[in-house]
């Protein structure tokens, strides 16, 4: 009788390490293909991402981290097909959605998203539930609740309000920090929270601690460039959020730093390429800019996959602004014209295609004209709360641009 007892044991113990075994290849399997997910997506190869992480969820159908992966993938898509893929996008220099209407994400996409996001976050749910001292599934469960807030802002409208979501991702990044300070992944959700929180008025800021958010610039910044610095499924994720971060700072060597990193492991995004120059022009580099930019039209050209809704036209405005800057007037004069003709150009870049065209104006001497674009500018700046446009505008119709001087002040959102 021990005998079979302890034959039985044995059976149990190899069947255990069998399925453990397994568990685990399926672990490191899906952590792969994972990896190999988020490298397609910030390639701008969407179709190829989303086949890495349904492979990811049949290796492991309990991986949390594939079906957030797969939601992220289709909202870069999403992102992509709007053309608001760029950090320009997000220079807050449109003060309200509701003066800039945006169609609606393809119904399909939207539901793939929400179906990929619910269920991660239902995983991820049930993972904190078992492994409560465990910094993993925390971390998980904040970067799919913060995912569905940046969603929700960037595509669905949504204007950032401290909710049940996005407080639970606070939350959630926050105590993953507490059980173990050395992951770097925390510092996605919990340094952009404690960055944006900690910029603002005093008043909102105490509003915002009595409701569970903890702000602090120097600190969330801090979080963030180790979620940049650190690989992990959200390190390109962060990398974007501290250039764009860098950008409002006026860090623009910094941004320029961070985007070639990404340049070296993402060979196939030109979109880094066109990144890299505005950072340039930002930081008043316009030859090195153009060249850049010289660099990407050319790749452009060569282009055979899917352009950025609305991308020809901000390649060649980011030229024609160089080439005014560097005093290749005929050069900018073609760059200005393909952008204003090219599809899918929204009418805030148009804003500034008017701007450059009155600084061209101006500079050869035809003062009328350039009058009359900064008045074009205005108007649309006016009708789209775009404050930074309207102040360009205003200032260059009291005062004439001129090209020696204009190095100290470029416009470049």
């Known amino acids: 009788m021990t005998s079979i007892r302890a034959a039985r044991l044995t059976a149990l113990v190899l069947a255990a390490g069998i399925v453990l075994g397994a568990t685990a ?5 899906s952590a792969a293909l994972r990896r190999e997910g988020y ?29 957030r992966g797969a939601a992220a993938a289709t909202w870069q ?26 169609p609606p994400p393809p119904p ?57 979501k996005a407080r639970r991702a606070f939350y959630e990044s926050q105590l993953a920090h507490t059980l173990d300070p ?29 409701i569970g958010f903890k702000g602090g610039r120097a600190e969330g910044l801090r979080l963030l460039e180790a ?5 992990s499924d959200l390190q390109e994720e962060a990398q974007f959020r501290l250039i764009l971060t860098y950008t409002r700072l ?38 090195e800019a153009e060249a850049r930019l010289d660099e990407g039209i050319a790749r452009l050209r060569q282009e055979t996959r899917p352009l950025m809704t609305g991308e020809e036209g901000r390649w060649h405005w980011r030229r024609g602004m160089a080439r005014l800057l560097t005093g290749n007037l005929d050069g900018a004069e073609e760059d200005l014209k393909r952008a204003l003709g ?48 309207v102040s360009e505008a205003t200032r260059l119709l009291a005062q004439p641009f001129s090209r020696q001087a204009a190095q100290p002040q470029v416009f470049c959102p």
């Open 250 to 287: 006026g860090r623009h060597p910094e941004a320029v730093a961070v985007i070639r990193d990404m340049e070296r492991t993402h060979p196939a995004n030109r979109l880094l390429l066109l990144e890299d120059a505005c950072a340039l022009l930002r930081n008043r580099q316009a030859a």
């Open 227 to 231: 979620a940049a610095a650190g690989p």
């Open 77 to 102: 898509r999403v992102l992509f097909l709007r053309g608001t893929l760029l950090v320009d996008d997000y220079a807050g220099h449109i003060r309200s959605t509701k003066t800039v209407p945006m």
């Open 25 to 29: 290849v399926a672990d490191e399997r």
């Open 342 to 389: 090219a599809g899918g150009v929204r009418d805030w870049v148009v804003a500034r295609i008017r701007i450059e065209f009155g600084k061209l104006a101006d500079v050869r001497g035809n003062r009328a004209k350039a009058e009359e674009e900064y008045r074009a500018a205005l108007a649309i700046a006016t009708r789209l709360g775009d404050t930074q446009a």
């Open 108 to 164: 399909a996409l939207a539901a793939a998203f929400h179906r990929d996001l619910d269920r991660a976050v239902t995983l991820a749910e049930k993972a904190v539930e078992r492994q409560y001292n465990d910094a993993a599934p925390h971390v998980d469960l904040g970067a799919a609740l913060g995912l569905s807030v940046w969603f929700g802002s960037t595509v669905e409208a949504k204007t950032w309000d401290p909710g049940r």
């Open 39 to 67: 490298q397609a997506i910030y390639n701008l190869d969407y179709d190829r991402a989303d086949e890495f992480f349904r492979q990811a969820i049949v290796a492991d159908p309990g991986d949390y981290a594939a079906y």
């Open 182 to 210: 050395t992951r770097t992944d925390v510092g996605l959700v919990l340094g952009s929270y404690r960055y944006m929180v900690g910029g603002l008025p005093g008043t909102v800021r105490f509003l915002a601690s009595i």
